[in-house]
Each structure stands twice: as structure tokens, then as C-alpha cells.
């Protein structure tokens, strides 16, 4: 199944199939949000570390090799790559937003020079690429991020990361209400179980944003 059919929510079943894609490299960005040591640290407890095996899985033989390859196709081709990841100024995590301070497994407190906090080796930034630092769910709410797309004339913003229904979620959200235009990859971003990943993507797709494979992304970009 193609994306124009795939990822299909109760609200747009028999919808008209949407139209091809438009995006040129001068005004379409990749995104990757989130993708950070944290997330990929094995639970200590056994019986948790078991429950998120799936994700670590998928984190590691395909969402990181995925997004790393789209990142270098979009590096080779002049295009920008962008990064955002969640990181608190103070050590205290004083400045973080609500929903990093409940209790629970959201609670995060990440000061932005520790390990935990930063992106992952395999897609670490490359000198002179955008990094934007956030408390908050979405990318756009807790930082300059809008006025840096604007600035830029970005038009089309191509989203990897972690975790669907969550940040990625809130990112696309965010963006949509902006109005740029959206496309998240889905081989290039993971929730905590796999229903949840595929569940968020019928919620967003078709409303927030269009969902595609890598492979079709890298077709109707020319990026082979």
C-alpha cells in the first residue's frame, strides 16, 4: 500500500487519494526530533528492560539507520538538516515545561551538558547545523524555531524522530498550525510499542501532515 492510501484514520476513510508531493530542496528542511542517549540506555529492571526491547530494536536496526542515510542524502544534495532535543538550562530543572516535571515516565530532567541530553552519536549534527534546545513537547512552542524557518524560507519541513505520539506529534502539530507543510517519514520514527506508533500516524496523517516511507520520500525527491 502507498502512502496516499496508508495510514487512513476513521475521519478520512474514502477520502480522495491526496495530491503528489511538491517539494524542491530550496525551501524543504529535514527535522529529526528527540533522538537522544536517554532513550536508548537500557532499563536496569529486567522486566522493563524486556517490555522496551521492541522499541530498542526498532530505535537501532532501523530508525537510526534510516534517518542517518536521509540525513546524508539531504547533506549531499545542499539541502539543510535540523535538529531539536530536550535539554533544561538549569540543573534543576526549574525551566522545564509542566509536562517534563510530572511524575511518572515523562519526567525528564535533562541538563543540557550532560550525557543523557545529547543526540545520539550516529546523528550527531554536523558543524553549522541548527540545534534547537527544548522543555517543551513541540520543537516550535519552546524555542526560536518558527522564526528560523521563516528566515529561511522553508515551505516543507520533513520530520524524523521520537516518540510518534508524543513530541513528534506535538511538532507536527505545531508546524501545521503555521502553516508549513509537513511529511514525516515513518521507518524514521518510533513510539513506545508499535500500536501506539501506527495509531498516532492515522491520528496526524492527511490533517497535520502526510506520511511516507523513506523509500517513497527518497523517489519523489530525487535523492538516490
Known amino acids: 500500500m ?28 529535514l527535522l529529526a526530533i528527540d533522538i537522544q542517549n536517554t532513550y536508548l ?5 529486567p522486566v522493563e528492560r524486556e517490555r522496551w526491547a521492541p522499541f530498542h530494536h526498532r530505535m537501532r536496526n532501523i530508525v537510526i539507520p534510516t534517518t542517518r542515510d536521509l540525513q546524508d542524502r539531504f547533506r549531499q544534495h545542499n539541502m539543510d538538516v535540523l535538529h531539536a ?5 538549569l540543573k534543576d530543572g526549574r525551566d522545564r515545561s509542566l509536562s517534563q516535571k510530572k511524575p511518572g515516565w515523562n519526567y525528564l530532567l535533562l541538563p543540557r551538558d550532560s550525557d543523557d541530553s545529547q543526540i545520539v552519536h550516529e546523528l550527531a549534527p554536523k558543524t553549522g547545523e541548527i540545534v534547537v534546545t527544548k522543555t517543551t513537547d513541540s520543537a516550535l512552542t519552546g524555542t526560536n ?22 513530541c513528534v506529534s506535538s511538532t507536527v502539530r505545531s508546524l501545521a498550525d ?24 492515522e491520528i496526524i496523517n492527511m490533517i497535520y501532515c502526510d506520511v511516507v516511507s523513506s523509500k517513497e520520500l527518497i523517489d519523489m525527491m530525487a535523492l538516490s
Open 41 to 45: 540506555k537500557p532499563a536496569h529492571d
Open 178 to 201: 503555521e502553516s508549513f507543510n509537513v511529511v514525516v517519514v515513518e521507518d524514521c520514527c518510533a513510539a513506545g510499542t508499535e500500536e501506539l506508533h501506527k495509531k498516532e500516524l
Open 85 to 89: 532535543r530536550i535539554a533544561c538550562q
Open 145 to 166: 524555531l518558527r522564526l528560523i524557518l521563516q528566515n529561511m524560507g522553508v515551505v516543507n519541513v520533513v520530520m524524523c524522530g521520537i516518540f510518534t505520539d508524543q
Open 2 to 29: 502507498n502512502w496516499k492510501k496508508a495510514y487512513r484514520s476513521f475521519y478520512y476513510q474514502g477520502a480522495p487519494e491526496p495530491q503528489d508531493l511538491d517539494l524542491p530542496y530550496q525551501n524543504t528542511v
